[in-house]
């Protein structure tokens, strides 16, 4: 099994442009979770899907973030406009309901938003 | 709400040294109880579980044991090695026996020198 995917792996940008993240769980997967890791704040959970619908959104921190999963094998984040503290490492995770609460992470997306 | 609260680091140690890094929990109900490990560059991965009071979890060489007297879940680990320096999360489920979403704790920087 390939893991969790997440493209780019690195992602440097200008304010005000729109970024895409990616992110491919591990198939059979029936949870997807988006999280935000910074020096300040920690890692911060945004949203995460059960079988593809959005369950809890309360940590996304503003209307720029929206994130969607059209599939079970996909699902993006997006940021529109972006803003410098939105820099951050983004990690998505994947988890099964077969093992309870063990979440797979990404290797995560380094975004620099100058 | 549920809270996970860990010691500050960064905890240096030399290799060989005894580990332990202290993670105590706030929860409504009977959360599960993980350690997750996070080396430079990657996302995070288990290292290891409890699911219920006096559980013992372990995985190369470092174990935790879920009391809920104290309700904490100290990690520990007889001897470090230089490839345990990394990032280490403590973090809880908020409900029991489904896949859902997990509290983080703010992490402890490891760092084990030779």
């Known amino acids: 099994d390939a893991g969790v995917i997440q493209s780019p792996r690195h992602e440097v940008t200008e304010m005000g442009q729109e970024v895409t993240l990616r992110c491919k769980p591990i198939s059979g997967h029936d949870y997807l979770f988006w999280y935000r890791q910074t020096m300040m704040r920690g890692l911060e959970l945004l949203i995460y899907?059960?079988?593809?619908?959005?369950?809890?959104d309360s940590g996304m921190p503003e209307d720029r973030f929206s994130a969607k999963m059209p599939n079970a094998s996909f699902s993006t984040l997006k940021i529109q406009p972006s803003e410098p503290r939105d820099s951050a490492v983004y990690f998505c995770?994947?988890?099964?309901?077969?093992?309870?609460?063990?979440?797979?992470f990404g290797p995560g997306t380094r975004l620099t938003v100058l | 709400g549920n809270s996970v609260t860990q010691m500050e680091g960064p905890v240096t140690l030399s290799e060989e040294a005894f580990l332990t890094i202290n993670c105590t929990y706030t929860?409504?109900?009977?959360?599960?109880l993980f350690w997750y490990v996070q080396y430079p560059g990657e996302g995070l991965q288990l290292l290891l579980k409890?699911?219920?009071?006096?559980d013992k979890g372990s995985n190369k060489g470092f174990e935790a044991t879920y009391r809920k007297e104290t309700t904490s879940f100290h990690l520990e680990k007889g001897s470090v090695q230089v490839s345990d320096s990394a990032v280490y999360f403590c973090a809880l489920s908020d409900q029991g026996g489904t896949a859902s979403k997990l509290t983080f704790g703010t992490g402890t920087r490891l760092q084990v020198t030779l």
């Open positions: 929860a409504t109900g009977y959360p599960s």
């Open positions: 899907f059960n079988n593809n619908v959005p369950i809890d």
């Open positions: 995770a994947s988890s099964s309901i077969r093992v309870i609460n063990e979440q797979f």
């Open positions: 409890a699911t219920k009071a006096d």
